[in-house]
């Protein structure tokens, strides 16, 4: 790939001083939709993210070409980072760039800037936050900002609260931040303390499987989410003192019933109760009982299906696939409606079960899943 990088850069540019960076995507274990509660998430890195090659340029325009993105140049100047519909991924670049400066920190130069991305789009695995660190990165090191890593999350966050206009968590951008190889981080996203955990599945392998359904409407429904969470939070906040929905007690979750609507109630309680499960689940992990962590991985999907309606026929159809030809636990990963299921299945039936997952899936739905059988990866970096 950095061959192939180095090249690109030399036909489209022709300059061979570009430095080679590579930021992952990824993929969330459990604790799903919480991180806009202060809730716990348990997410990864992956060996399939966006690769960008760049350099600094004399003035102060950003050139970039980006395969499969574009063709042509695509050409902005540090002076005016404002929003292009037509052009909905140099978004993310310019809204990256921005939250820099809004921030205070001084670009003075441009940059000529090559990308490619092994992620799927649209899919759930974080394309876009892995745009982002992958910017916010590069300025970071071609203007030595010397940002720390959950700095940089921080501001690839604010990209997509405040530039692209979605009220999602820190998650994605602070493990794709923070990433270390074979490891998992369980983030407290009120606090924003974290702990690395060695992702270690013994007999047992992560298996990614992609719906193919496209998330559209993603972001609207995300923030009818968010928004029915922050609806239930002003109603229990007084009620209970608490400071986040996740801080709720089994006892005030059951009282909250009576102070609810139904739909409010049931989006609280996929809250409080995937907290639960996220902290169950990483001391499961941390004892080596992987089992029990594929079975929470599994409620938490049927809590997303059943109490938070972010799931749809496509992803159901797909867990319930994978459960009955052998896979230990799986669900749904990252915002949901359409996108990804992550699943743990024992490493030696591997193939029969993406074989069997398929004929289910593609019977039912009536156009093929993918696969991709994955490591946990190091976060954003030179390579
Ligand atoms: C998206 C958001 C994250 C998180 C997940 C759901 O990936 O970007 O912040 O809320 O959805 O857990």
Redesign the pocket.
Same mark, same amino acid.
């Given at each position: 790939m950095k061959k192939n990088m180095i090249e690109n850069f030399k036909k489209h540019f022709n300059r061979t001083d570009g430095q080679v960076y590579y930021s992952p995507g990824r993929v969330?274990l459990i604790g &799903?939709?919480? *991180?806009?509660n202060g809730g716990f998430?348990f997410p990864c890195a992956l060996s399939y993210g966006t690769y960008g090659i760049a350099a600094m340029r004399d003035d102060r325009y950003v050139r970039v070409f980006s395969n499969p993105f574009s063709k042509e140049a695509y050409i902005f100047d540090l002076d005016h980072l404002v929003k292009d519909q037509t052009h909905a991924w140099a978004d993310y670049i310019k809204g990256s760039i921005k939250a820099i400066l809004d921030k205070g920190y001084k670009i003075e130069f441009g940059i000529d800037l090559y990308i490619e991305g092994t992620l799927p789009v649209n899919a %759930?695995l @974080?394309s876009s @936050?892995s745009l982002e660190l992958l910017i916010i990165y590069i300025f970071d090191q071609l203007n030595n900002l010397k940002l720390n890593r959950p700095e940089m999350a921080i501001l690839g966050k604010n990209v &997509?609260n405040n530039f692209i206009g979605?009220n999602? %968590?820190?998650? *994605?951008q602070f493990i794709i931040a923070t990433a270390k190889k074979n490891h998992a981080i369980l983030l407290n996203t009120d606090t924003l303390d974290y702990q690395q955990i060695p992702l270690y599945l013994k007999e047992y392998s992560l298996l990614i499987v992609n719906s193919n359904k496209q998330r559209g409407l993603a972001d609207s429904k995300?923030n009818e989410r968010y928004q029915e969470c922050q609806d239930s939070l002003s109603i229990l906040k007084p009620k209970f003192g608490i400071k986040n929905l996740c801080s709720l007690t089994d006892e005030q979750l059951e009282l909250s019933k009576d102070l609810l609507s139904e739909t409010v109630y049931r989006r609280t309680r996929h809250v409080q109760t995937e907290q639960m499960r996220t902290i169950l689940s990483s001391k499961a992990l941390q004892d080596g009982h992987i089992e029990a962590f594929a079975k929470l991985m599994t409620a938490s999907h049927m809590s997303l299906k059943n109490d938070y309606e972010v799931t749809g026929i496509e992803l159901d159809t797909l867990v319930d696939a994978l459960l009955d030809s052998g896979a230990v636990g799986a669900r749904m990963t %990252?915002?949901g409606f359409g996108g990804c299921v992550v699943a743990i299945v024992k490493t030696d039936e591997l193939e029969k079960i993406t074989k069997l997952t398929q004929e289910i899936y593609t019977n039912k739905i009536g156009y093929e899943p993918s696969f991709y059988s994955v490591l946990p990866e190091d976060g954003v970096s030179i390579i």
């Open positions: 969330n &799903e939709h919480i *991180d806009y998430v %759930g @974080s @936050s &997509e979605v999602s %968590g820190i998650m *994605d995300y %990252g915002a």
